[in-house]
């Protein structure tokens, strides 16, 4: 009986680490592992074509080298003397699985002091060979998957996008991440299974006609979430995974005062006044109004402003906005660190065209 609950018990952690999403994943199922077989450790290899492995180790265990794993029968239990080559002093018992393109090396370890395994006592690596291959292949697929919907969402924190799904009614089914962080800066509330609330009223009254317009077939419908900052949504009916849904795009504006300190001048090789005149320009200053919030002379400003349309080979104004709203700039790392000198390494001039 207590043979039985083990193996079942070191199934249910195999899997549960195979989709778990902690920092150390693993090392609930070596654990439970290293004092089912009484083990002083246990190690987990798991090998995927060309990307570098990821090992997962719970006590004292000698390394596997990648090239002995690769030469692992799948699903035989070896012991330290059938191994391909010596590993190192000690006990030891290995068992290799492969799924797809991934193999998953799971071995045990004794130190010499100790008697070696007895074949009760390493029987849990024959349950679980059959397992550790489709576990393993599990858990390197969901991770690629959320790597990829974090940079997903990394990409829509920076063009200051997120989305929201409810359900015909209005009731709120999910949102992603930065409609969370938005909510507490503009007063949106998001009740579980509830309509989303707007502290302003008339808005709040303009996104559900939006919602009842989306409902009775109706186009696209825009829908302002805030003034300020300004935050502008499109409500559509859509199908999500067969089911019609809702789905709020929402999109903040973009403002090159928000961007981390020095990225403009970095990114388009400009010094740090011809960066701090841009940023200014870009978010709707006149040549004035900058002048005034740098604390500079007009004709500062005006002699500044056309060194930066000449680097850039840019006609003015318009032709500036469009340049930085079109750039990658936007992509830039919030939490990188400024460069020291507060300057960029400036770029040549371009000559202007015509």
Known sequence: M???????GLLQALFTAATSVAEAPWDGFLELLRKVTQSEGAALALDR???????????????LAPELRQRLRPERVYDQDSLPERSAP????????RESTCQATLWLHRPEHRRDFRSAEAQPLHALAPFLGPAAHTFLTLREERARAALAERLNRSLGAGWLVLDLSGALLDFSSETSALAASIGLRLPERRRPELADAELARGFRAAVTACVAGQPPQPALLSHAPPVEALLSCESLGGEPVILVRWRQGLQAGALPDGALARHLGLSRSEARIATLLADGHSL??????LGWTEETARSCSKTLFSR??????????????????????????PARDGAAKRKPRTSRSG
């Open 90 to 97: 000690g006990f030891l018992r290995a068992v290799a699985s």
């Open 49 to 63: 074509g060309p990307s570098p492995p990821l090992p997962f180790v719970i006590g004292p265990c000698p390394a």
């Open 2 to 8: 207590r043979y039985s609950e083990d193996q079942t």
């Open 288 to 293: 004035r109004t900058a002048a005034a919030a």
């Open 312 to 337: 850039l080979n840019l006609h003015g104004q318009p032709d500036l906005l469009r340049r930085i709203l079109g750039s990658a700039v936007w992509f830039c790392d919030p939490d990188e660190p």
